[in-house]
């Protein structure tokens, strides 16, 4: 069974840092690109970042130069280290898995076929 598990979310100040995982389950993480949504209060799922099997990376404008994602194969865990944490970062924070086969890079909050639970993530003072 496909499982992804979100973890390490929290309550930080503005300008604060936070490291995100996701552990995969049930099935070969290493052949699979995968990114991160994020979900804010009352609005939309927003694509935030994309990484592929062989650790090319991809962000929207938005988080570029204070988020980082990463992947270890062997450990079969994602990572997003959120660094200069802002008020309106504040959402759930999503792991997916993008549909194989499909462009790992391009930006939309469709084409993954499977989700974890999501970790929340309070940017406040």
């Known amino acids: 069974e496909v499982q992804l598990v979100e973890s390490g979310g929290g309550l930080v100040q503005p300008g604060g840092s936070l490291r995100l995982s996701c552990a995969a389950f049930?099935?070969?993480?290493?052949?699979?690109?995968m990114i991160w949504v994020r979900q804010a209060p009352g609005k939309g799922l927003e694509w935030v970042s994309a990484?592929?099997?062989?650790?090319?990376?991809t962000y929207t404008n938005s988080v570029k130069g204070r988020f980082t994602i990463s992947r270890d194969n062997a450990k079969k865990t994602l990572y997003l280290q959120l660094n200069s944490l802002r008020p309106e970062d504040t959402a759930m924070y999503y792991c997916?898995?993008?549909?194989?086969?499909?462009?790992?890079?391009?930006?939309?909050?469709?084409?993954?076929?499977?989700r974890g639970q999501g970790t929340q993530v309070t940017v406040s003072s």
């Open positions: 997916a898995r993008k549909i194989l086969g499909s462009t790992w890079y391009v930006a939309d909050t469709k084409t993954y076929d499977y």
């Open positions: 049930g099935f070969d993480f290493s052949l699979y690109a």
């Open positions: 990484i592929n099997p062989g650790g090319s990376t």
